[in-house]
């Protein structure tokens, strides 16, 4: 059995509230001894591991709960979600990056965090690309990027950040952002929207100013400027009507379109097309 005393327990606690599966609504507290609470989230997590899946809600309910325990008075969201399982992942951010972003935070409570904060993004956002997936078993809170809307300038834009970022970290970086699109435009404002682009990397104008291929009228504009199709249409009549049959074949360019998106970042924002480089 292991030993939980205040000294060896992650989070220096020896009694908790273990979420029981056979009541979901906690509504009458279930207190058990910390080695309980410790074997449900290590053993939750151990499942999906080897189901290279997120842990249930049991298991992040079992998190929220030994978090809240160590917060004591000051993690109410935490201890909402620990009792009925509902909560904004917003509002428990909040309270669990103060534990996670703290350099004195245990590795392994930093790992129970990462699978807590992962199945909050997956719920509220199952479109979220799972980066974590390709580099192992074990999800990383830093390399997913979820949506944001902040306040850059006098309007609220779309931008995606990685799930570690607090609130005033966002309202820091939002600051920034707004002094760049001043200065490049809704050609950064659409490039910021691409879902892969980490709104806060250091390297953001760089990637930005590599990749972007130029602003067009609409699609049929694109198609025809950042490929060759009106060269290839050229030499298509060309061919044709040497051998008496103009008119009777053509390029397809819906499937010239399709084959150009899968080269291309292509954002349409206000009326106008901008291309990125992928």
Not at 46 to 69: C, L
Not at 195 to 214: H, K, M, W, Y
Request: net charge negative; proline share 5%.
């Amino acid at each position: 059995m292991t030993d939980l005393t205040p000294e060896t327990n992650p989070l220096g606690k020896h009694k908790a509230e273990l979420p029981d599966p056979d009541n979901p609504n906690l509504e009458a507290g279930k207190p058990e001894n910390g080695d309980a609470l410790l074997e449900t989230i290590e053993g939750g997590i151990e499942d999906a591991r080897e189901r290279r899946g997120d842990i249930t809600e049991h298991t992040a309910r079992a998190i929220a709960r030994a978090i809240a325990n160590a917060f004591g008075d000051e993690g109410h969201t935490l201890d909402e979600f620990a009792r009925t399982g509902s909560g904004s992942r917003a509002s428990l951010s909040e309270e669990y990056l103060d534990v996670y972003n703290d350099p004195t935070t245990p590795a392994q409570v930093r790992t129970w965090i990462d699978w807590f904060g992962t199945y909050l993004v997956m719920r509220d956002f199952p479109d979220t690309s799972r980066q974590y997936m390709g580099s192992g078993p074990d999800p990383d809170l830093s390399r997913l990027l979820i949506p944001e809307w902040p306040k850059l300038g006098e309007d609220r834009e779309l931008i995606y950040v990685p799930a570690t970022k607090s609130g005033d970290d966002i309202h820091e970086l939002a600051v920034a952002l707004a002094a760049l699109i001043e200065r490049h435009g809704d050609a950064l404002r659409a490039f910021l929207r691409l879902r892969d682009v980490d709104a806060s990397s250091p390297n953001l104008i760089e990637s930005f100013e590599q990749t972007f291929c130029g602003t067009y009228l609409d699609m049929e504009d694109v198609v025809l400027n950042v490929t060759e199709m009106s060269d290839w249409e050229t030499d298509l009549q060309h061919w044709a009507m040497e051998r008496g049959i103009a008119g009777a074949i053509y390029i397809d360019r819906a499937a010239i379109e399709e084959q150009t998106r899968e080269v291309y970042d292509i954002f349409e924002l206000e009326g106008r097309c901008y291309v990125f480089y992928r």
